[in-house]
């Protein structure tokens, strides 16, 4: 190669006179310099070492992290290759990164590029499996979970269940009995009303319908007992969870997220989904 890469060979050795001329001689000639740090040497290393052209430093022993940070502080070269002194490069790889590459810089941003697509690799499996996942879980969420019929069907005299369900008020369908048999109804229309709330649905939409069943069956109570503006109140209250329920299952079917800047903007809009 006529003209050595812009790269540095880091070696830190100890009596490795052995090694050292093998290591160096497999870099030596395409790197731009070889910096050898020793740590109490007694034998020819570094002469060796000088004899290769090699930057001969010496440095007391530490340990191995402290003493290949030394080795590396004193490189002068943009990129560093550190090997220790019983490794060498091969001939066969040191000639596929220049015939691949042709430069340190096009191998470093070869290994960049390379790092770069396994990483999206991996986030795209992470980000399958976890859409995958939230997939089965609105599924599970949105579709499974149903009760069967409406929430209120099987319990009898709501309305005075409604107005508190004690015995004497306005529409106790016991007429105001204190006897054993009338206690007992009254028991067994409060627990049917007790049973259908713990019965209410961990469906998402059904849940929707289930609080609008409810604010429905309270506003006639209040209407029938003369409370018509309570009962406005509430009916705009249902209107509004039957408009989320609309959003809600606009969302579920694919219809996109709602994109409006105001509230009438996206009442609208929840309405035109319902269409």
């Not at 990129?79 to 220790?84: E, G, H, R, S, Y």
């Not at 941003?109 to 995958?132: C, F, G, H, M, P």
């Not at 939409?205 to 409370?227: F, H, I, N, P, T």
Request: include cysteine; glycine fraction near 6%; hydrophobic fraction near 40%.
């Amino acid at each position: 190669m006529a003209t050595p890469l812009p790269l540095s060979v880091a070696i830190i050795a100890k009596n490795e006179a052995q090694n050292l001329p093998r290591c160096l001689a497999s870099v030596q000639g395409w790197v731009g310099e070889m910096v050898v740090v020793l740590n109490d040497t007694t034998d020819e290393s570094e002469a060796l070492a000088r004899e290769a052209g090699a930057h001969v430093h010496h440095r007391p022993w530490l340990n191995y992290r402290d003493n290949k940070n030394a080795a590396l502080d004193l490189t002068t070269q943009p990129w560093v290759l550190a090997i220790d002194a019983d490794e060498e490069v091969s001939p066969a790889l040191r000639a596929s990164i220049v015939r691949r590459y042709g430069s340190v810089e096009a191998y470093a941003d070869a290994l960049v590029r390379d790092d770069e697509a396994e990483i999206e690799r991996e986030v795209n499996t992470y980000v399958d499996s976890y859409n995958l996942t939230r997939a089965r879980h609105l599924e599970e969420v949105y579709r499974g979970n149903r009760r069967d019929g409406p929430l209120l069907a099987d319990v009898d005299h709501l309305d005075w269940l409604l107005a508190g369900g004690r015995a004497g008020a306005p529409a106790d369908p016991f007429d105001g009995r204190t006897d054993v048999f009338a206690d007992w109804g009254r028991e067994r229309a409060r627990a049917a009303l007790a049973s259908a709330w713990s019965d209410a649905s961990r469906n998402r939409l059904q849940a929707y319908d289930d609080e609008a069943e409810v604010l429905a069956a309270v506003a006639g109570s209040l209407r029938r007992r003369g409370r018509a503006d309570l009962a406005a109140v509430l009916d705009s209250n249902r209107a509004a969870v039957l408009l989320l329920r609309t959003a809600d299952q606009a969302l579920i079917d694919g219809n996109g997220l709602i994109d409006t800047r105001d509230r009438q903007g996206l009442i609208e809009r929840v309405r035109s989904l319902g269409d």
